[in-house]
């Protein structure tokens, strides 16, 4: 059974292009969430998605991100527009409920640098 | 004030030593959680708890929930052990949203 999947895993941007980064949750597991690490800083929640439906936003930058997971495929986090501060390390994280008590299970974490 | 706090923020210990985080937090929670992150990047989860104390080979974790307070306990610890470790908790049963600490970096000298 693989692991939490994130691709790719090391992304340069220049400034004012858009950042896709892919997040395919362990086989079963139909709630996903992202969550950022600032350089220097800890981790900070940022979306939780069950298929097809955005249940928690609040940690979302309310410009230039969105995040998806579609019936089919992996869920996407989408960064329009990036600056130099959305440089970051972008972890996703699947469980088999989204309920408390459940275990998460992380991604190796997207990389991304804006240049 | 972060609503969950971590001490210490740095920790180095000879290889062999008994090893303690400690985690404080200042909200309801329906759990808590302890992950490590390798220097590498990658986040392992290690324990979630509710109540009282776990164990897992060489880990031991414990939480009062009227204290507000969590353990991480390493025994004999070892040079692989060095990580960041972090302490997170879910204050929305319904989701399982984490609120994460700062980490307490250890370093495990030979």
């Known amino acids: 059974n693989a692991g939490v999947m994130q691709n790719p895993r090391h992304l340069v941007r220049r400034r004012g292009q858009e950042a896709r980064l892919r997040c395919s949750p362990m086989k079963g597991h139909s709630h996903v969430y992202w969550y950022r690490q600032l350089p220097e800083e800890g981790l900070k929640f940022m979306v939780y998605?069950?298929?097809?439906?955005?249940?928690?936003e609040s940690g979302m930058p309310k410009e230039r991100f969105s995040a998806e997971f579609p019936k089919e495929g992996p869920s996407i986090l989408r960064i329009q527009q990036v600056v130099r501060g959305d440089s970051a390390a972008y972890f996703c994280?699947?469980?088999?409920?989204?309920?408390?008590?459940?275990?998460?299970?992380f991604g190796p974490g997207t990389r991304l640098t804006v240049l | 004030k972060n609503e969950v706090e971590q001490s210490p923020q740095n920790l180095t210990a000879q290889e062999g030593e008994f090893i303690t985080i400690n985690c404080s937090y200042s909200?309801?929670?329906?759990?808590l959680h302890w992950l490590q992150q390798h220097p590498g990047g990658g986040i392992v989860s290690l324990f979630m708890?509710?109540?009282g104390k776990k164990k897992h080979g060489r880990l031991i974790a414990t939480i009062n929930i009227q204290e507000k307070h969590s353990s991480l306990h390493i025994t004999a610890s070892h040079p692989r052990d060095s990580a960041v470790y972090i302490c997170a908790v879910e204050r929305d049963s319904n989701t399982g949203k984490l609120i994460f600490g700062q980490g307490t970096t250890l370093q495990v000298k030979p």
């Open positions: 708890l509710s109540s």
């Open positions: 909200v309801g929670i329906s759990a």
């Open positions: 998605l069950q298929k097809e439906n955005i249940i928690d």
């Open positions: 994280a699947s469980s088999p409920m989204g309920r408390s008590y459940n275990e998460q299970f």
